[in-house]
């Protein structure tokens, strides 16, 4: 096993620089650069010197011997001035040792993931804190991070358990091949099972929650699309022109409103033709954002929108717009009359669409696992050969493990770990 270090503080230069290393060369690391080993848990003063016993920092040093610490391993911590020439100072001196390495991304999660030191679940949920911006997301990850889902998994688990030891009670006591043997409890327990996955596979997934509730702005050439896009942005991040086919690139920008995290996306008017080439393909792109999107705020005719968008008035500031009949919204991106509202309902809206704080959220790979867990439960329902009953609920079992990790390909544990950064 390699020894690896990393920067684990934020870009250079900052006020501190925090250096990690973890692995079985961790302890000779620290009292090669520090001179002498610290007491392990407290915060020491050290000169740090290279290998040629050029003076490099003067830092602190932490020394968290295995298995507690937090990648279950040997690991210790240099804390520097954040110069960008001292941290690399420091990693050359790292690097010269033999056995140590710089880290990739998400090293030292997957160690401590591969020590049992936390699950996949939580690992997710700390991927999803570190690259949460909005409240709402940092609320839902702190939940997973803290083993939210995992502690359901745990039960989940434990009644399959439970489940099966009944079944392979009938089998080792019972002559007949039937289900017969089993008591009621026992499909009272499966089916209250059932239940409980499939309430949490109807609630909102994480998604729209970690990539932004997508909102997108459709309608004709000239409808407003771009100056409202900007309004809502409080940016000019888009080009707006009195020219109709002024937009033909699609453009996505994050906001939050209220704490909700959401994808504002502007694109192409919709037409049947375009004034040229670029034109077209960018009103081919309108047409694939609008089948993703969440929410459609439709800025054209009335009534003619896609299914479920918002009915839009935009322009009211103008004496000869198209007014509507019965908008949702009558606004005007220049004097800023009715923005406001348009967002708090919004907010509203997303809000309603997003997990709560405190509630589950399964992610895609999540909800698959449950939902193939559920549909072998489903049909152990009706299921009267005992031998195939219980293998229905091992397989549901292995999903569940597979959920929290105890069962995870390298290439799932890859792609997972591939979304931290460095030094994390
Ligand atoms: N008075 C007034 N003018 C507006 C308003 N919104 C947009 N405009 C004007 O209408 C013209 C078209 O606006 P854009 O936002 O570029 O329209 P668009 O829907 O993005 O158009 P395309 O990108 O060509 O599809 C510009 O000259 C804007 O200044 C508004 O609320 N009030
Ligand atoms: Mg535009």
């Known amino acids: 096993m390699d020894t690896i270090f990393a920067l684990s503080s934020g870009a250079p230069p900052a006020g501190i620089a925090v250096i990690r290393v973890t692995g079985p060369e961790a302890g000779k690391a620290l009292e090669k650069l520090a001179g002498k080993m610290p007491l392990s848990r407290k915060a020491t003063r050290a000169w740090l010197r290279d290998g040629k016993g050029n003076h490099l920092d003067d830092g602190l040093v932490l020394w968290f011997p295995g298995p507690n610490s937090v990648t279950g391993e040997d690991l210790c911590e240099f804390h520097l001035h954040g110069g960008r020439a001292v941290i690399e100072a420091v990693e050359a001196a790292l690097a010269a040792i033999p056995g140590l390495r710089k880290a990739q991304a998400g090293e030292f999660t997957r160690r401590a993931f591969a020590n049992g030191r936390i ?17 709402l997301q940092r609320q ?3 939940a997973n991070a803290g083993g939210l889902l995992s502690r359901k998994v745990e039960a989940w688990r434990e009644e399959l358990l439970r489940l099966s030891a009944e079944i392979e009670a009938v089998l080792d006591f019972d002559d007949e091949d039937d289900v017969g043997g089993l008591p009621e409890t026992f499909f009272a327990g499966l089916s209250a099972l059932t239940g409980d996955l499939q309430t949490t596979l109807a609630l909102p997934s994480s998604e729209p929650l970690r990539e932004g509730f997508r909102v997108v702005l459709a309608g004709p050439p000239n409808a407003g699309k771009s100056t409202l896009f900007n309004a809502i942005l409080e940016s000019e991040a888009a080009i707006t022109a009195a020219l109709a086919g002024t937009t033909r690139d699609v453009l996505i920008r994050p906001v939050a409103i209220n704490g909700i995290p959401f994808s504002l996306i502007d694109m192409a008017g919709l037409r049947d033709q375009g004034s040229d080439e670029v034109e077209s393909v960018g009103i081919d ?20 929108g896609p299914e479920g968008s918002w009915e839009i ?32 309902a919004l907010a509203q809206y997303a809000a309603g669409k997003m997990p709560k704080p405190g509630d589950l959220a399964l992610n895609q790979r999540q909800s698959a696992l449950v939902e193939f867990a559920s549909s072998e439960l489903v049909r152990a329902k009706d299921e009267t050969d005992p031998l195939i009953l219980a293998e229905q609920l091992r397989q549901a079992r292995l999903a569940f493990d597979a959920l929290v990790g105890r069962t995870s390909t390298e290439d799932v544990l890859d792609v997972l770990f591939g979304r931290f950064c460095i030094g994390k």
Not at 285 to 304: F, K, M, N, S, T
Not at 314 to 329: E, M, N, T
């Open 119 to 135: 699950d996949l679940a939580e690992a997710e949920g700390l991927a999803d804190l570190l690259s949460a911006e909005t409240e």
């Open 140 to 142: 839902a990850a702190v």
């Open 285 to 304: 792109r309108a047409r694939g954002e609008i089948a993703r999107a969440d929410l459609v705020l439709w800025l054209g005719e009335e009534g003619q």
């Open 313 to 344: 008035e935009a322009q009211c500031d103008c004496a000869d717009r198209v007014a509507k009949v019965s908008p949702d919204f009558r606004l005007s991106a220049v004097t800023g009359e009715g923005i406001a509202n348009l967002k708090v």
